[in-house]
């Protein structure tokens, strides 16, 4: 058993065969020392590592890649996501090294802007128009 200390200070209990998903774990998950202390995770809030572990949880013991990956599981999980979370699980999962998840919701993001204008990403991404006319600007002056 490996306990996580969230950057909101919220503790979850993790099963090792959970736990070794996340590269930035699996050392300590593998390490059988009784007097592991809790493992601070500075960079991940409580709410974005419970969506992390729904998804750990899923591939349980599958800490080896390729993954078999559970293909209408991952459409639903990375689906489902709100685009902030979406991209806050992309960064928890390049910190805490899970590959397979990062790719997952980095598909994702890409199915979501396949075909669209760039107007149209903007809005669906909610970004200023004007900041983009004076990137574009700006990559056209290079």
Same mark, same amino acid.
């Given at each position: 058993?490996?306990?996580?200390?969230?950057?909101?200070?919220?503790?979850?209990?993790?099963?090792?065969?959970?736990?070794?998903?996340?590269?930035?774990?699996?050392?300590?998950?593998?390490?059988?020392? +009784?007097?592991?202390?809790?493992? +601070?995770? %500075?960079?991940?809030?409580?709410?974005?590592?419970? @969506?992390?572990?729904? /998804? $750990?949880?899923? /591939?349980?013991?599958?800490?080896?890649?390729? !993954?078999? +990956?559970?293909?209408?599981?991952?459409?639903? /999980? *990375?689906?489902?996501?709100?685009?902030?979370? !979406?991209?806050?699980?992309?960064?928890?999962? @390049? /910190?805490?090294?899970?590959?397979? !998840?990062?790719?997952? $919701? $980095?598909?994702?993001? *890409?199915?979501?802007?396949?075909? @669209?204008? +760039?107007?149209?990403? %903007?809005?669906?991404?909610?970004?200023?128009?004007?900041?983009? @006319?004076?990137?574009?600007?700006?990559?056209?002056?290079?």
């Amino acid at each position: 058993m490996l306990t996580v200390v969230t950057s909101d200070d919220v503790r979850f209990a993790l099963e090792d065969d959970v736990a070794v998903q996340a590269g930035l774990l699996r050392d300590f998950a593998t390490n059988d020392d +009784p007097t592991r202390e809790d493992i +601070p995770l %500075q960079a991940v809030t409580s709410d974005v590592f419970r @969506k992390v572990l729904e /998804y $750990c949880e899923h /591939y349980r013991g599958q800490a080896s890649l390729p !993954l078999t +990956p559970d293909q209408a599981w991952n459409d639903s /999980y *990375a689906g489902g996501l709100e685009h902030d979370m !979406l991209f806050r699980v992309i960064r928890a999962a @390049k /910190y805490l090294e899970i590959v397979p !998840l990062q790719d997952m $919701c $980095c598909r994702q993001v *890409a199915k979501m802007i396949i075909g @669209k204008t +760039p107007e149209e990403i %903007q809005v669906l991404f909610n970004l200023p128009v004007q900041r983009m @006319k004076t990137q574009n600007a700006q990559v056209g002056r290079s």
